[in-house]
């Protein structure tokens, strides 16, 4: 298990700046610290190579070769041999203690509020909240509270970050297979009383009442097959208001249903068998992918009429 993350949420409108995810963009309070370390150690780095590298130069150009006659030797300058022994030991303990003084802080933190569990999975995130409720690529966290991300992975290795809180994007920055690019993440940091109501279901953040409702058990107006192949077959449904679509995984590989509209509730991670069912309470037209395997193309479409 990767160390856990902590995060003080802070709401903040999205910009065209948002999908910079460059360590050297941050904004919270645990990536501005390690912005700081990296900071130091590169502008050491930057003076230590301009004076060897100066030194070499000047070496190379004010004692090169000029005839065959050998040069004078010089064996031994206790005080030189001095200099250059203690000047990298200072600059090494400099860094070992600017780095030791702020690991504890960038490892774990201040004490959380909550405390979320974040899985990998080729290629996609999910996340599990203290109730139990899940969702896939969108992570939301409450506004104005320190929130601790316990991460993981189910298969390969992966490596979560997100540079930013407020309404930011993030990116798996560790190579982790054939669609690696496709593996992002948005945190949205949201009011309380917006986080309550998502973690029970009765609202998603930033978009309103619930169009749909999962169900459990109910008799399905349409059955979509989930496949090894990356599609949904069928790829569109049409059902009316009240009934019931049903999405059954037939494969081996793990898929999940995430609607284009955030009013629709996005499923678990499915594995083969895994059954999913949702109740429509609206009529419209609904897009939806599986976030998994967004990469693939892997999409369809409700058609809900009536009501």
């Known amino acids: 298990m990767l160390p856990a993350l902590g995060l003080a949420a802070a709401l903040a409108p999205i910009t065209a700046s948002a999908v910079n995810v460059s360590p050297l963009n941050c904004a919270g309070p645990n990536a501005c610290d390690i912005l700081n370390v990296y900071t130091t150690i590169f502008w050491v780095a930057m003076v230590v190579l301009v004076i060897v590298g100066g030194?070499?130069?000047?070496?190379?150009?004010?004692?090169?070769?000029?005839?065959?006659?050998?040069?004078?030797?010089?064996?031994g300058n206790t005080r030189l041999e001095l200099v250059w022994t203690a000047v990298p030991l200072l600059i090494v303990s400099f860094l070992f203690l600017r780095t030791t003084l702020r690991m504890d802080y960038v490892r774990n933190g201040p004490p959380p509020a909550q405390v979320i569990r974040v899985t990998g999975i080729q290629w996609a995130w999910q996340f599990k909240y203290p109730n139990g409720k899940t969702s896939n690529t969108k992570l939301y966290i409450p506004v104005g509270q320190v929130v601790q991300l316990q991460v993981t992975s189910r298969d390969v290795l992966h490596s979560f970050w997100v540079p930013q809180t407020g309404n930011y994007f993030g990116q798996c920055n560790e190579l982790c297979g054939l669609y690696h690019y496709a593996m992002d993440l948005q945190v949205v940091a949201v009011s309380n009383a917006d986080y309550n109501g998502f973690l029970a279901g009765t609202l998603t953040p930033g978009v309103g009442p619930a169009l749909a409702e999962k169900v459990t058990g109910a008799s399905a107006a349409a059955n979509v097959k989930e496949t090894d192949e990356l599609k949904f077959d069928p790829l569109s449904a049409s059902v009316k208001v009240g009934e019931v679509v049903e999405w059954t995984n037939v494969g081996t590989q793990i898929h999940d249903i995430t609607f284009d509209n955030g009013a629709v509730p996005t499923s678990d991670n499915q594995n083969g068998g895994d059954k999913y069912e949702l109740k429509f309470l609206k009529p419209g037209t609904y897009h939806y992918i599986c976030s998994i395997h967004k990469a693939a193309n892997m999409n369809g479409t409700i058609t809900v009429t009536g009501g």
Do not use: K
């Open 55 to 75: 030194l070499i130069v000047f070496a190379a150009l004010r004692f090169r070769r000029r005839d065959d006659r050998e040069p004078s030797q010089i064996h």
